[in-house]
């Protein structure tokens, strides 16, 4: 299968993106995308929250983690990106919380709705 048939039946490649609070995930994603806007923020019920609303209720509690809120930007909207807000920082509860969400997404029917890559 060619590369635009793929693209065709997934539409949105779904990629979790883990690493350190505050270490640069998502500008490290406007880099890759050359663009300096702020991604789009949706929460997990598919509703666009403010970026400061959606950091403010998971970043600013270290440890806490919703990894379901969904990262996309408008310059390339063939990407939904998950961020683990500093998922090394938290102990065993939120590794599992982690672990939960990969499982979550590899049980989905919908190719849409699983996990891509993790980065």
């Known amino acids: 299968m060619d590369s635009s048939r793929i693209r065709e039946k997934i539409g949105c490649f779904r990629i979790l993106v883990i690493g350190r609070a505050n270490a640069g995930k998502t500008t490290i994603l406007q880099r890759v995308y050359n663009t300096r ?14 970026l400061s609303r959606c950091h403010e209720l998971t970043s600013s509690q270290r440890g806490l983690h919703d990894i379901e809120i969904e990262m996309v930007f408008k310059s390339n909207l ?19 919380k982690v672990k939960a969400f990969i499982m979550s997404c590899s049980k989905e029917i919908k190719i849409t709705n699983q996990l891509h890559a993790i980065w």
Not at 37 to 49: E, F, H, M, Q, T
């Open 37 to 50: 806007d702020n991604p789009k923020i949706y929460n997990s019920a598919g509703n666009r929250c403010a």
């Open 78 to 96: 063939g990407f939904i990106f998950h961020d683990s807000q500093g998922f090394e920082a938290g102990g065993a509860d939120e590794f599992e």
